[in-house]
Each structure stands twice: as C-alpha cells, then as structure tokens.
C-alpha cells in the first residue's frame, strides 16, 4: 500500500514536470527573437521531444502497472495452490479416519457375532 502511495506521488511529479517543462519551452520559444520558419521547427522539434518524453513515461508506467498486475496474480495462484493442498490433504486425513471407524466398528460386530454364536 505505502509503495502505491509513493508510486503515486512520482508519478503525479513526473506529469507535473513534464507538463511544466511543455509549457515553458513553449513561452521560451514565443519569446525568442527568431523568424517564424525558425520558430516553428523549435516548436516542432520540442513537441516532438515531449512527445518521446511522454510515451517513455507511459510505457514504463505501464510495465509497472504490468508487473504489479503480475505479481498479485502469481501470488493469488499460489495462495489457490496452498490452499487446496491443505484441503486434499484434511480430505484425504478425514477419508483415512472413516476407514479406521469403519475397520474398528466391523472389528466389534464381529467379536458381538462371535460371542452370540457361542453362547
């Protein structure tokens, strides 16, 4: 949960950072004593750097995200797997025990048989 939180405040950083850095490389670029050809390459060329920046940010946000997501499944199935070893295993225990009443209650019908036959 804490790693989540943390997660989240970069992440919140991160976007702030990026969008801040768009906004004043825009205002430097308005400002700048430049022709409009050259002005709009520098626009161009910045856009096209936050763009990278931007998908770099998301794709790695989204292998995070990926990861997490295939962390908690690994870990469901596991608990899933522990889960029904130990009920195979009280199962097969409370299978052996019925046996056992079984053997010991035929055990005590034969002795009562037996003694009924001879007296």
Not at 3 to 23: E, R
Not at 28 to 39: D, M, V
Not at 82 to 99: F, G, K, P, T
């Amino acid at each position: 949960m804490e790693t989540t939180k943390h997660s989240n405040y970069g992440t919140g950083f991160l976007v702030g950072a990026l969008v801040g850095g768009a906004v004043g490389a825009v205002v430097a670029l308005l400002f700048a004593p430049k022709s409009g050809r050259e002005l709009r390459r520098d626009i161009a060329d910045r856009s096209e750097e936050l763009v990278d920046k931007a998908q770099d940010f998301f794709n790695k946000e989204k292998d995070q995200v990926e990861n997490a997501v295939d962390d908690v499944v690994n870990e469901g199935r596991m608990k899933a797997e522990r889960i029904v070893s130990s009920a195979r295993n009280q199962a097969e225990s409370l299978l052996s025990n019925a046996e056992q009443v079984l053997r010991d209650a035929r055990s005590r019908a034969k002795t009562v048989k037996d003694k009924s036959d001879q007296g």
